[in-house]
């Protein structure tokens, strides 16, 4: 058995939203290290010490920076596999759900960053945005994915 895929024309959309995910990856950049410089944590040094985070605000909002920088990076390699499959069946959708979780992202760094919220609780906003398209891509790369196996229209069988 085997399955042909077809890549739809929209399909131009989801590659260049997983460019975009790879703009914001290289926006953390100088979003870290403007944070960096302000602390005066040299290199290699990942993060400021708890003790020097509590008695700076610098120390602090760099550390918040690296976090952001880093959940990042943690995300984007699940993010880019649910934005590719789910672009096979809902290029639009998908590209639309993509460009929701950078815009997420950034929006999660700033306020992370942001030296008026206590706690890094700005980040807050910008998690529920990335969330959404979140949950779109799996829910899209789920189906996308089912559809292929043939179990789709086994389960829809049943249902009838």
Sequence with gaps: MSTQITI????????LTAYLSTLVGYWHLPHTSRHRNAA????????????????SKAHYL??????????????????LTTLLISGLKFPLFSS???VLWCVGRVVY???????????????????????????GLLGGAFVSALGMTGLGDQIMGLLK
Excluded: W
């Design 96 to 98: 639309a759900m993509g």
């Design 109 to 135: 760094a700033r306020g992370y960053t942001d030296p008026n919220q206590a706690e890094g609780k700005g980040r807050g906003t910008g998690s529920r945005i990335f969330y959404l398209g979140t949950l």
């Design 8 to 15: 739809p024309t929209e399909y131009g959309y989801v590659l």
């Design 40 to 55: 005066k944590v040299p290199y290699p040094i990942a993060y400021a010490t708890a003790e020097q985070a509590k008695e």
């Design 62 to 79: 760099f550390n918040c920076a690296q976090r952001s920088h880093a959940t990042f990076l943690e995300h984007q390699p699940q993010f």
